[in-house]
Nanobody, 125 residues
Framework: QVQLVESGGGLVQAGGSLRLSCAAS????????MGWFRQAPGKGRESVGA????????YYGNSVKGRFTISRDNAKNTVLLQMNSLKPGDTAVYYC??????????????????WGQGTQVTVSS
């Protein structure tokens, strides 16, 4: 079993920054892609972006492109989500997720098998 634990959420003013971490633990961890998703109250789950474990290639959703950066630390089995220029519309619970097979679309939540419990990000205006 693999456990994913997010941390780093909190309250920040618009224009501010936060950095989320996702630590993977459990049995020997091998993943193809780590994704970040978010869900705001009353809305569906939205893809924020993803990173390939093997080559570090990153992918971003249009709403965060240019403001958010995803990176990884393979030695620590940790993925980071650096969020800059935050807006009230970024308020949501943020989840990390892991795929254990190659995926066709980083935006498709169904392609990820393991999920963290989520961490709340609140951006005040």
């Amino acid at each position: 079993q693999v456990q994913l634990v997010e941390s780093g959420g909190g309250l920040v003013q618009a224009g501010g920054s936060l950095r989320l971490s996702c630590a993977a633990s459990g049995r020997t961890f091998s993943s193809y892609v780590m994704g970040w998703f978010r869900q705001a109250p009353g809305k569906g789950r939205e893809s924020v972006g993803a990173i390939s474990w093997s080559n570090g290639h990153t992918y971003y959703g249009n709403s965060v492109k240019g403001r958010f950066t995803i990176s990884r630390d393979n030695a620590k089995n940790t993925v980071l989500l650096q969020m800059n220029s935050l807006k009230p519309g970024d308020t949501a619970v943020y989840y990390c997720a892991a795929s254990v097979t190659p995926i066709r679309s980083f935006q498709n939540a169904n392609e990820y098998i393991y999920w963290g419990q989520g961490t709340q990000v609140t951006v005040s205006s």
